[in-house]
């Protein structure tokens, strides 16, 4: 008796190790997006800080308000519409900081006038505008 094809038993393996892969395939997925986006927000406040360091004018940061991103700079989806964040201050409005939380970390990355970028558990303030 030569029977050709597979029983029930196989295929239903088949299919559990299939799904197995598929899943641990997602989560990989997921992990990479939220590293890709950390490197999104880095790049972007890389960036802000070079505008910066355009308009800088006569010892004042003319290009920042507090709490305002200029230019405009779209948050990866990871976070929320308010994700950039700007702060400036020290005497005459002569300093600032521009953080962001990140995506695959508990903490911020910041960047400031003084030309530090770090990844930090704090936020900086008005009334000490550098990465912590």
Known sequence: MNKKGF???ELLVVIAIIGLLSSLAVVSLN????KAN???IKSDLSQ???FAAVTFE???YTGFDVGDVTPAIVPPACSDETAYQV?????GDTAWAAYADLCSATGNFCV???GQAVESATDPTAASPVCP
Do not use: E, F, K, M
């Not at 702060?87 to 005497?91: D, E, F, I, M, S």
């Open 31 to 34: 992990t990479a997006r939220n």
């Open 38 to 40: 950390d490197a999104q």
């Open 58 to 60: 006569t010892g004042v």
């Open 112 to 114: 400031d006038s003084t």
């Open 48 to 50: 802000l800080r070079t």
């Open 7 to 9: 029983t029930l038993i």
């Open 87 to 91: 702060v400036v201050g020290g005497t």
